[in-house]
């Protein structure tokens, strides 16, 4: 699939970007919980090699 292949979107719709998108094109830096210390398994996060939850992260679903 491909960014062509999406629906349009309204002229009037408030433009939409996604975090995962920042994050896989290197603008933004992925987030790392505090409580993780090891800087090898830091660097993995923000290379985007280790995918943490949301939950992980301080997010949730509720």
Not at 25 to 34: D, F, K, Q, S, Y
Not at 42 to 49: D, K, R
């Amino acid at each position: 699939m491909s960014l062509l292949d999406l629906p349009p979107m309204p002229a009037d719709a408030d433009p939409v970007i996604l975090p995962g998108l920042l994050h896989g094109l290197g603008i933004t830096r992925r987030p790392v919980p505090a409580w993780i210390t090891d800087p090898n398994c830091i660097a993995s996060i923000e290379a985007g090699l280790i995918e943490l939850p949301d939950e992980l992260n301080g997010g949730s679903n509720a």
